[in-house]
């Protein structure tokens, strides 16, 4: 089965600038997450999608970052404007969405901010 | 609240030498663990997971790990390092009735040949 597909792998932004980042989940997987991973710490959740609704988007910075999941297959998670420590690797996730499956990464996209 | 430790950084280990990397979490009712694995520039991949059962769960490349309730710990666990086992790995905790996956920070693991 084809994983899951995340563009674009690498970012240079200045801050104050926008940036967008899209996310092509495994066919059939209801439950889309993003997440962030700063350098020398663990994946943190963003959002979680079940199909195109929001479950959890409570550790999302509301004032500059927005997702959305249309028609519940491909998302896109947009920063608008950049800072600093917005510099990481974002990684998206699907899963069937049964409570004893994992979930299956992306490659992920590394946003620089400079 | 549920979490997830991994109180070594980093852990050197000779080829051909078992391997331990340690991992403890605290989570309210039944746990399901798991461990990923991270190589440069890729996205996390799935090793290993407990949900149930026998507390020795086995996964890719050789790696398994032991489930143990009462030190509420998954050490992952391979007899024999090779090399090309060198990585970032992460143990992570979902609980029962969430979906949600919270992962530990990571301990790098280093391979010397």
């Known amino acids: 089965e084809a994983g899951v597909a995340q563009s674009p792998r690498y970012k240079i932004i200045e801050k104050r600038q926008s940036v967008a980042f899209w996310c092509n989940p495994i066919s059939g997987h209801a439950t889309l997450y993003w997440y962030q991973q700063i350098l020398g710490q663990g994946p943190k959740l963003l959002i979680q999608?079940?199909?195109?609704?929001?479950?959890?988007d409570s550790q999302l910075p509301k004032d500059r970052f927005s997702a959305e999941r249309l028609k519940g297959v491909d998302s896109t998670l947009k920063i608008q404007p950049a800072k600093l420590e917005d510099s990481a690797v974002y990684l998206c996730?699907?899963?069937?969405?049964?409570?004893?499956?994992?979930?299956?990464f992306g490659s992920g996209t590394r946003l620089t901010v400079v | 609240a549920q979490s997830v430790a991994q109180p070594e950084d980093q852990v050197n280990v000779a080829e051909g030498n078992p391997l331990t990397v340690k991992c403890t979490y605290s989570?309210?009712?039944?746990?399901?663990l798991f461990w990923y694995v991270q190589y440069p520039n890729r996205g996390l991949q799935f090793l290993l997971k407990?949900?149930?059962?026998?507390?020795l769960v086995k996964g890719s490349y050789g790696f398994e790990a032991e489930f143990n309730k009462s030190q509420t710990s998954f050490h992952l666990k391979k007899p024999s390092a090779l090399v090309s086992d060198s990585a970032l790995y992460f143990c992570a905790v979902r609980r029962e009735g969430d979906d949600k996956i919270i992962f530990g920070k990571g301990t790098r693991l280093h391979i010397l040949p």
């Open positions: 407990y949900i149930t059962g026998d507390n």
């Open positions: 989570v309210s009712g039944n746990p399901y």
């Open positions: 999608f079940q199909n195109n609704g929001v479950v959890d």
């Open positions: 996730a699907s899963s069937l969405g049964r409570i004893d499956y994992g979930y299956t």
